[in-house]
């Protein structure tokens, strides 16, 4: 019996009806085992910088309280995969969330699990290259990349405005120290604090007029070292360095006195308590 051959526009007519009823199953799918009759992903299948394997739900519920996520944030996970992460930050946490995934059919099976789960209002899953995607707005980034990717993405994140959170499943970032590290049986988590950049020399000035100081900061990454003072300095104690948050201990005229402040716009708003606990509001600006 011999097979009539189809013409080309039989079968671009036929490919859109397969594609028409595939869109059609994702809009109205109501679970994930609907979603996977559209695309089922395999642990362990080839992505473009990695291989994709699930993050189980506790580590997911760990990264997000220990980047303190809430309802006012905006969460990136790059390398979204199924979006498991995006969808948490949204249902669990109540945070409005964007997941970055450079395979295209994962991409829409995260976005078909996204109407699934019933967060379309606060979650979306773009397809894209998370090194070419802005994600400068966001205040919680998530990754379960590899080192050398994280290490690519570090110059990107430590730009970004000091006090955004960085959480990492199982990788770490080289030299940069995490603020915190978590380990239990269900895998290893860390957490970055963006710094702010304070190194450098910072004349301090009370508000209201008065003597002046000045602070010599060297700076790696959150570590901070320096001294204060000027043709007879002497070195800084407890230096610490919080995202936008500046602690500083140095010995005054008043025995031990200690420097609080916030660095925002390039000068730091700072409140220094003396050895007899006077408090002092000082501006700090950089030379």
């Known amino acids: 019996m011999r097979r009539k051959k189809l013409s080309g526009s039989v079968v671009v007519a036929i490919s859109g009806v397969m594609l028409l009823a595939s869109s059609l199953v994702q809009a109205q799918a109501q679970t994930r085992a609907e979603c996977e009759t559209i695309y089922k992903p395999q642990t362990g299948q080839a992505g473009k910088d990695v291989i994709w394997v699930p993050t189980n739900d506790a580590l997911v519920e760990r990264m997000l ?7 006012s944030d905006l969460v990136y996970d790059l390398g979204a995969g199924d979006g498991k992460i995006a969808i948490a930050a949204a249902k669990k946490f109540g945070a409005t969330s964007v997941g970055v995934e450079y395979n295209p059919d994962m991409a829409k099976f995260a976005q078909c699990l996204v109407k699934a789960e019933g967060v379309s209002d606060k979650t979306r899953v773009i397809q894209g290259d998370i090194f070419e995607t802005d994600f400068s707005a966001a205040t919680v980034v998530t990754l379960y990349l590899l080192p050398e990717l994280n290490l690519k993405l570090r110059p990107t994140l ?5 006090g955004t959170r960085v959480v990492s499943h199982s990788f770490l970032m080289d030299d940069w120290e995490p603020d915190e590290r978590s380990t239990t049986d269900d895998g290893y988590a860390y957490l970055w604090i963006v710094p702010a950049q304070v190194d450098g020399t910072w004349t301090f000035t009370p508000e209201g007029g008065g003597e002046k100081f000045i602070v010599q900061l060297d700076q790696t990454f959150q570590q901070l070292k320096g001294t204060v003072g000027g043709a007879a300095t002497k070195s800084l104690t407890g230096a610490k360095l919080n995202g936008p948050e500046i602690e500083l201990g140095f010995i005054g005229d008043r025995g031990t006195s200690q420097l609080k402040g916030i660095v925002n716009a390039g000068r730091i ?15 700090g600006t950089r030379s």
């Not at 309280?65 to 309802?71: D, E, G, I, N, Q």
């Not at 708003?269 to 501006?283: H, L």
């Open 65 to 71: 309280r220990m980047a303190k996520v809430t309802s």
């Open 158 to 162: 430590l730009k970004m405005k000091p």
């Open 269 to 283: 708003e700072a409140t220094v308590t003396d050895g007899s606990n006077k408090q002092t509001r000082y501006i």
